[in-house]
């Protein structure tokens, strides 16, 4: 079945960078658009990055928009996402996600990690 | 950018009632590419509803979807005590952008 397992997450300085991995398992990870999403804590989620199956295409949210950078490894079964930049207010768990069958530019997102927690704090 | 408000912010219910759960947007939402999730505290979100009215593989048909255009209703027919979480919808026309979500909790 559909597995996604985030890692990478951890406490670090405002202004400072983290790598975030998701490992996918149980399907062809090269045929689908991934996704990345958070929820800071006590709120709502937010839609950050998403990447399509070959690299060709991504698309990001305003609030990272040249800060973060989403890529992924095919050979690995692995999605990433690369935060600089960071910022108090991007304290959040993260989420890697995988839509349904047929979806449209990998939304919605019928498969999710379990999250990893990143914590912006000095 | 659409923009989506969920109503009422919390909608406290009990078991065996019906929840009427409204998503409106700022704009049509076009091919109705508008979800509801299901979060509960501590779990990834559960993809309930997409397409505004496709169930998601393994969901009890007491959850339906419906609507078009710019407004948009998660029912719930029968309250089960597991249903009660916070409800998000999310359109994915562009940006991809959730509602603040609805709270369903017991009354």
């Known amino acids: 079945q559909v597995q996604l397992m985030e890692s990478g997450g951890g406490l670090v300085k405002p202004g400072g960078s983290l790598r975030l991995s998701c490992a996918a398992s149980?399907?062809?990870?090269?045929?689908?658009?991934m996704t990345w999403v958070r929820q800071a804590p006590g709120k709502g989620l937010e839609w950050l990055s998403y990447?399509?199956?070959?690299?060709?295409?991504?698309n990001y949210a305003d609030s990272v928009k040249g800060r973060f950078t989403i890529s992924r490894d095919n050979a690995k079964n692995s999605l990433y996402l690369e935060m600089n930049s960071l910022r108090a207010e991007d304290t959040a768990v993260y989420y890697c996600?995988?839509?349904?069958?047929?979806?449209?530019?990998?939304?919605?997102?019928?498969?999710w990690g379990q999250g990893t927690l990143v914590t912006v704090s000095s | 950018e659409i923009v989506l408000t969920q109503s009422p912010g919390t909608l406290s219910l009990s078991p065996g009632e019906r929840a009427t759960l409204s998503c409106r947007a700022s704009q049509s939402v076009s091919s109705n590419y508008l979800a509801w999730y299901q979060q509960k505290p501590g779990q990834a979100p559960r993809l309930l509803i997409y397409a505004a009215s496709t169930r998601a593989t393994g969901i009890p048909d007491r959850f339906s979807g419906s609507g078009s255009g710019t407004d948009f209703t998660l029912t719930i027919t029968r309250l089960e005590p597991e249903d009660f979480a916070v409800f998000y919808c999310q359109q994915y026309v562009t940006s991809f952008a959730f509602g603040p979500g609805t709270k369903v909790e017991i009354k």
């Open positions: 990447i399509s199956g070959g690299s060709t295409y991504t």
């Open positions: 996600a995988r839509a349904v069958d047929g979806g449209r530019y990998g939304a919605p997102y019928a498969y």
């Open positions: 149980g399907f062809t990870f090269s045929d689908h658009y």
